[in-house]
């Protein structure tokens, strides 16, 4: 919207003087009073005197439709405000740098009351004639904004160029509209230096983090994608418990699963809620670290006896044996897989008969090649340990 006093000094008494030889004495005289009463931002006074003049002459009806139209658009009557402005530079009447402003004016507003395609007509004829004193990047903008508002995603994209370019830094609300449509054009590689700059320019707003993350996974750069999460985190942004499991899936990805279960450790419910704690296990497993994921395997079954299984394995595997026979008594289901672990359990302690036992069990449930070899070789064993003793 254009500033009220910027309006006004476009009707200045020097305005006046520029064109006072242009205008008849009758017109001149009563154009003079109406923006006297303006400059008192007596509007619709304004308004009354101007539409009370009559005059034939071409150039003074153009010259009072275009102060109607502004003084209309700072009464806040905008529908006659686009007419008058409109009957203004149809007239062909206004000349130069005036006829220029007026029609910036009217694609303002008609940009402001939503006719977008009507707002770029005069946006795009402006640009082609751009007097010395006017500058074209708020032109180039305008221009944007009314193509993303149309849903026109391609010109945004060049309009937002031409606009940065004729400025000295970058600044939200373009890089806004240059990153919605090139997310709307499926651009995702070119959207992540967009959203690079905004980032700098808002650096604790977690939606832009959220999206370069995102970006940077659509496109596979899921080691960019981690570096953005981290850095992130290190910077104080406020991730929620989401983004915090995303960064640890990330680090799992990336052959990283102790900081995927520290990540996992810190996040709020770390062990008191199940699916939190079974992921722990498994990423201190992928890790090697026995112990830890054997402490979280041992709370998660507290919470699901399901989960004795995975206890019982990793017991087997570390050499709790004793511990290991016990955990395996709680295991339900599984049964030849039981059976198995037992078998071996029994073994590592020395118990050759109980392992036989368990080996011949898991054999009668479900044969297999494990199986028969545990029977086979522990058959032997009790055959040299008969023929010793005897």
């Not at 499926?186 to 690079?196: R, S």
């Not at 086979?376 to 003793?389: C, E, G, P, T």
Request: net charge positive; proline share 2%; glycine share 2%.
């Amino acid at each position: 919207m254009i500033k009220r006093t910027f309006l006004i000094g476009l009707l200045s008494l020097n305005t006046f003087a520029a064109v006072a030889a242009e205008l008849s004495q009758y017109t001149a005289v009563r154009v003079q009073k109406a923006n006297q009463m303006a400059q008192e931002e007596q509007f619709k006074s304004a308004i009354s005197a101007l539409n009370a003049i009559e005059t034939s002459r071409a150039y003074d009806k153009a010259f009072v439709a275009r102060m109607l139209g502004v003084f209309y658009w700072q009464d806040g009557q905008v529908k006659p405000a686009i007419k008058q402005l409109s009957d203004a530079v149809n007239s062909k009447q206004l000349q130069d740098e005036q006829a220029w402003t007026t029609q910036k004016m009217l694609a303002d507003l008609l940009l402001s009351d939503q006719q977008y395609k009507q707002a770029l007509q005069h946006y795009y004829q402006l640009l082609k004639q751009v007097p010395e004193t006017q500058k074209t990047d708020e032109l180039w903008l305008r221009v944007a904004q009314a193509h993303y508002q149309l849903s026109e995603w391609k010109p945004v994209i060049p309009a937002v160029d031409n606009y940065r370019y004729l400025q000295t830094k970058d600044e939200l609300q373009p890089l806004s509209l240059k990153l919605g449509a090139q997310l709307q054009l499926k651009l995702y590689k070119d959207a992540i230096p967009t959203i690079e700059k905004l980032i700098v320019l808002q650096p604790d707003k977690v939606n832009w983090w959220r999206q370069l993350v995102g970006l940077q996974m659509q496109v596979n750069d899921n080691k960019g994608a981690l570096s953005s999460l981290a850095i992130a985190k290190q910077q104080g942004v406020e991730l929620s418990q989401q983004d915090r499991k995303l960064l640890a899936q990330l680090y799992a990805q990336q052959r990283i699963p102790e900081r995927a279960a520290i990540e996992i450790s810190q996040l709020e419910g770390a062990n008191s809620d199940l699916d939190l704690i079974v992921t722990q296990a498994s990423y201190w497993q992928h890790a090697r670290e026995w112990d830890k994921a054997l402490k979280q395997w041992q709370k998660a079954a507290q919470f699901d006896g399901k989960y004795h299984w995975n206890v019982a394995q990793l017991m087997v595997q570390e050499g709790y044996y004793q511990q290991a026979l016990a955990v395996l008594d709680k295991v339900e289901g599984r049964k030849e897989q039981v059976a198995l672990a037992k078998t071996r359990a029994y073994y590592k302690l020395n118990q050759y008969e109980q392992a036989l036992i368990e080996a011949k069990k898991a054999d009668n449930i479900t044969p297999s090649s494990q199986s028969k070899s545990w029977i086979k070789y522990l058959s032997q064993l009790r055959k040299v340990s008969q023929s010793q003793s005897s």
